[in-house]
Structures are given as C-alpha cells and as structure tokens.
C-alpha cells in the first residue's frame, strides 16, 4: 500500500473547525483513503472513508482532492473530546491490513 | 458492551517468562486482526484469521510468536520466552466481511499493554 503524509501535530481551539491534511501522491486507482483516530489509553477507532467523492457521516466529512493524492479530514467543531492522535491510511487490496504511521497529534484549547 | 474486548489489560512479565493473550471479537465478526503498538508510534500489523484460518503473518510475528483462533471466534496470542523489545500494546481488531456490505471498518479492543522486565 502507498505512503501518507500528516502533519505531525495541530491545534485548534474548541467549537472551532479542525482540518487534517494527508498528502498520498503515491495512490493508486483503487486505494480507498481510511482515516483513525486514538484518544489516550484507547484503541484505534474508525473515523471515515472513502475512495473518490467526497464522504460525510456523524463523526466528520472527508474532502478528497480531483487527482487523489490529498485529502482533508474535517472536525466540524472541535470538543476536548476530539483530541486524538489522527491517522491516515491507505487501504488497496489489503483490507484490514493498515499501515499506520505515526498521525498528527491534535490539540484542542478550551 | 458489545466491542472487542481484550484480556489482560495490563500484564508485566520477568524476560523469558511466557505470556498469552486473549481477544474477544464482536460476535459475527468473521475477521480478527493482531496489530502491535510501541510508544509513539502507529500500530502495526501482525497476523490475521478468516474465521479460524490464519491467512497471513507479518514479518514482526517471530517464531516466538504464535496466534491461534481455534473455532473461529475468540483468539490468543502467546510470545514465548518474552524478551524486553516485546514490551508493547498488542490490539486487537475485528471484521465483517460476510454477509452485509463491508464497510471497511475495524473495530478494535483497547488492548494489551505487555511490560517485559
């Protein structure tokens, strides 16, 4: 599966929006984009994903770009809650075998 | 609660020592995953079973490792003769693909932490 790029950390104050990069410019045609997210002493837990149009649901929407080699994980309104490590995988013909990296750390300020 | 779960949650062994881990996944889930987690870093794949088959191991997975799901529902897995760079979180993921469409997400246990004195 092809590389990610994050960030290694952002901040944001609380209520405001959050937006995550991650660069792929190594995506093939049929790599689907998974995003996780970790909160402290915790597993692993999904966040969204998708392969070419853009994708929303309860938890965050997911902006890919036209060529696919970045997307943008949005946090409508950041809560203390959401401070997590994010992370952002590429999943091809290997499902359930993600490559993780090492995230972006957010930081929320109340 | 009906998610993964994982036992023990906590578990600090002496080097050498041998030490079994087990996952329960979320019932119907026909796919179990082991990843393995060292501090500050991403998980990181292990192995992971079809039901009860073993369908791929990680290079990561040593000969001193070894994971079994024997009726395709709950897993362990043992590292033999533990050694101090085993020191990790060991999580475990599930899966369904069967049936209903897949939506490519893994559910997850909040792990093992493994301490190898």
């Known amino acids: 599966d092809a590389k990610t790029t994050q960030p290694n950390s952002m901040e944001s104050n609380e209520e405001e929006p959050v937006h995550l990069p991650c660069n792929h410019s190594?995506?093939?045609?049929?790599?689907?984009i998974h995003w996780y997210r970790q909160l402290p002493s915790q597993g692993p837990e999904y966040v969204i994903h998708?392969?070419?149009s853009n994708v929303n649901n309860r938890m965050a929407s997911l902006a890919i770009a036209e060529d696919r080699k970045s997307s943008t994980l949005i946090l409508h309104r950041a809560t203390l809650r959401d401070a997590a490590v994010y992370y952002c995988i590429l999943e091809g013909d290997s499902w359930g075998k993600l490559q993780f990296g090492a995230g972006t750390q957010v930081v929320v300020t109340p | 609660d009906t998610g993964v779960s994982q036992d023990p949650r906590h578990k600090i062994t002496k080097r050498g020592q041998n030490v079994t881990f087990r996952c329960d996944p979320i019932?119907?889930?026909?796919?179990l995953y082991w990843y393995r987690q060292t501090l500050g870093q991403g998980p990181e794949f292990l192995t992971y079973f079809q039901n009860e088959a073993q369908l791929e191991k990680s290079r990561l997975l040593s000969d001193r490792f070894s994971a079994e799901r024997p009726k395709g529902s709950f897993s362990t897995l043992e590292i033999q003769r533990t050694e101090q760079g085993d020191s990790a979180m060991y999580l475990c993921?599930?899966?369904?693909?069967?049936?209903?469409?897949?939506?490519?997400?893994?559910?997850f246990g909040e792990g093992s932490r493994l301490t190898v004195l």
């Open positions: 019932s119907e889930h026909n796919r």
């Open positions: 190594t995506i093939s045609g049929t790599d689907y």
């Open positions: 993921a599930s899966e369904k693909t069967a049936g209903a469409p897949n939506t490519g997400e893994l559910f």
């Open positions: 998708g392969l070419t």
